[in-house]
Structure formats: structure tokens, C-alpha cells
């Protein structure tokens, strides 16, 4: 009878020998620090390592530590977190930080309930922080460790619900009491770098004799995600300028993109042209009659379930209307700097820069209004 637990340590062995020898530096693995492990964590969340590093640095810059993270405003820790999409980790980030500090002594716990309970910390980012940061064995099941089980399982079903319980019960008799955090890692390397979606790279994989997809030769077959369908949207923006400070406006603190800041607009209802569209949604959010305007540009920005189409029109006042400061801003181009914006506000902004000249060391200070 061959002992099982020879197999595991011949897993464990493979996979961490690979992972010694292999691993890429990344700026988040240079210590245990379990602040540093909690925010690459999130940021590496449907995002990819090589877009994460330069945000991870700057934020540890501005953010060094938990304290820090909760006594900024959440306008600054969104506008760090402008670009990596998925606003609400930014926000949780936030909320989080604030609960350690004054109910956990500025620190992270480590007992499993206590960080389930905070924002922002489900299975996997629970799993992922206390097998990092403090060496306890809970398995992680991200994308890449699910594609690794389910290759060597030779499981050929759609990713579900059903099949990380299964995955995870796997692990469980896997994942050592000591080294827990280089064991996940090392699952989550192999699946970035080796055991890839497509054209896996089989031969140079360390857990080849375990893999029932290899030895079928199909593993190639284990299956997408379920494609989710693309919502088109069509909307316009109302550039308002006065005396050279532009009309921004915050969103709702909570829904999509909330607490961010965008231009005045809104979508195009069925049977309206651009024109009529931006007159209507100026005259419900602002109050404004607007008649004397010009196009601008158009942007394109494609976010999960939404790819939106913003048509850019210049709107220029004699008179500012009398708007809530808490919920507006008029602010110069090189304000905004300091304002967080959705992506497609983002490269409106650009645009309008590129056309004013603006010099990338404009002091967004001097350019936002008081009034």
C-alpha cells in the first residue's frame, strides 16, 4: 500500500523546490509585514501584477502603515487608488483601516472571526492575510490556484461554488502547519507563471506526475469563466467652464463609482440625440438652460459588466450657478489633480490638457476654488 503521506510530501517538495527557484520579486514578498500583505492583496484582485507594482509603491509612500491609512481622507485614498478600478476596495481599505485602529489597537487580527468581520475581507483575503502574515494554515483559492486544482483533478466543469469546497478540501491535506503563506504563494506562482490559461507550459511544471489533465492530455479543456454580457452605454458630459475653473461634481457615497468626481452628464435616453440628451440632464442636475455649446472628444472606458461611450461638450457661462460645495467644485485642470475620477473623467481631463498646454507640474493646490 503506498503511503499517502509520502505523496503529499513529494507534492510539497516539488512545488516549493520550484517555488525557491522561480519566484518573481515582488516588492510585498521582501518582508511579513502583515499591513503590506493585506494591501497587495486586495490591489492584486482582478488586477494584474505588473499594473499593481507602481500603485502598491506610491501607496506605501503616502500610506506606510494602518494608522496612517486611517486618519487620511477618503478623497486621498481614492484618488491613490485611481486607475486600479473596483473603487470599493479602496473604500473598504479605508473603513477597515479605521476599525483597527480603534477597536484593534492599529493592527491586524489574527483570529480568523475578527478579520472575517471587517470590510473587505471575505474567504479568500482572510485565507490569503493570515497564511502570509502570521504562518496559519488556511489554503487560498484565487483564479490561479482553482486552474491548477482543476487540472490536476482533471475536473472539466465550469468554476463554481461547488468546486472550490472541493478544492479547498484538497488543500487542506496539503497546505503544511508550518510555511503556510510560501505554500499559497508557491500555488499562486505556478498558476501565473507555469499553469497558464491558455498554453500552459506542462514540461516545465513541478507537479506534472500529479496532473490527470496532463496525463489525458486534455489541459487544454478546463473550461472559461461564464463570459458575462456587456451592457453599451451612451452618455454626454458637460464640460462647464467659467473664468477658466471647470464644474466637477461628486458621485453618491454609495452605488457605482461612488464618492468619485466627474463632470456633469448622463446617459441618452431612447429617442434623444446628444444635444437633447445634454440639455435635459444639465437642466435636471443643474438647473441650467443651456444653449451655446460645443463637442469636444469622445472616450471610451470599458468597465466589468459596462462598456460606456462619453460624448464631451464644451459649456461656457457668463454667471455661476449657486450649486452645494459639499457635492460641487469649480477647480482649474491642474485642480483636478487632486479630485479621484473614474477613468473616463480621467481621460477627458487629459484631453482637455493636451489642448490647454497644461505642464504635468502644475500646482494642483492653487487651482481649486473656495467659493
Not at 3 to 15: G, I, M, Y
Not at 60 to 86: C, H, N, T
Not at 122 to 132: D, E, I, K, N, R
Request: aromatic content about 10%.
Amino acid at each position: 500500500m503506498k503511503d499517502p503521506d509520502a505523496s503529499v510530501r513529494k507534492f510539497r517538495s516539488r512545488l516549493l523546490g520550484w517555488y525557491r527557484r522561480n519566484a518573481r520579486d515582488l516588492p510585498w514578498r521582501t518582508n511579513r509585514d502583515p499591513y503590506a500583505i493585506w494591501i497587495s492583496e486586495i490591489m492584486l484582485q482582478q488586477t494584474t501584477v505588473q499594473t499593481v507594482i507602481p500603485y502598491y509603491e506610491a501607496w506605501m509612500k503616502r500610506f506606510p502603515d494602518i494608522l496612517s491609512l486611517s486618519r487620511a481622507p477618503l478623497r486621498e485614498v481614492l484618488k491613490a487608488w485611481q486607475g486600479l478600478g473596483y473603487y470599493q476596495r479602496a473604500q473598504n481599505l479605508h473603513r477597515a483601516a479605521a476599525i483597527m485602529v480603534n477597536v484593534h489597537g492599529g493592527r491586524i487580527p489574527r483570529e480568523p472571526s475578527l478579520l472575517r468581520s471587517l470590510p473587505g475581507f471575505g474567504p479568500y483575503t482572510t485565507s490569503a492575510v493570515l497564511s502570509q502574515a502570521f504562518d496559519l494554515a488556511y489554503p487560498v483559492v484565487d483564479a490561479n490556484v482553482r486552474r491548477v486544482g482543476m487540472r490536476q483533478h482533471g475536473i472539466k466543469s465550469a468554476a463554481s461554488t461547488a468546486v472550490d469546497r472541493y478544492l479547498t478540501h484538497w488543500l487542506d491535506a496539503l497546505i503544511p502547519a508550518r510555511g503556510a503563506g510560501i505554500f499559497n504563494q508557491a500555488m499562486m506562482e505556478l498558476g501565473a507563471l507555469v499553469c497558464r490559461t491558455k498554453n500552459p507550459i506542462c514540461l516545465r511544471c513541478p507537479l506534472i506526475d500529479f496532473c490527470k489533465a496532463y496525463q489525458t492530455g486534455e489541459q487544454e479543456v478546463i473550461p472559461p469563466s461564464r463570459h458575462q454580457s456587456t451592457t453599451k452605454i451612451q452618455a454626454v458630459i458637460g464640460v462647464i467652464s467659467h473664468q477658466s475653473r471647470f464644474l466637477i461634481q461628486k458621485r453618491p457615497e454609495k452605488g457605482l463609482l461612488a464618492g468619485l468626481w466627474e463632470f456633469p452628464g448622463g446617459k441618452i435616453e431612447s429617442g434623444e440625440n446628444r444635444e437633447t440628451a445634454l440639455r435635459r440632464e444639465l437642466k435636471e442636475e443643474l438647473g441650467l438652460d443651456l444653449r451655446d455649446f460645443t463637442y469636444l472628444t469622445r472616450v471610451v472606458h470599458a468597465y466589468t459588466q459596462f462598456r460606456v461611450t462619453l460624448h464631451a461638450y464644451s459649456c461656457r457661462l457668463e454667471h455661476r450657478p449657486a450649486l452645494p460645495r459639499a457635492s460641487y467644485r469649480w477647480v482649474t485642470l491642474g485642480g483636478m489633480r487632486r479630485f479621484p475620477m473614474p477613468s473616463g473623467s480621467v481621460k477627458i481631463v487629459r484631453f482637455l490638457e493636451a489642448v490647454h498646454e497644461v505642464p504635468s507640474k502644475a500646482n494642483p493646490a492653487s487651482g481649486i476654488s473656495s467659493d
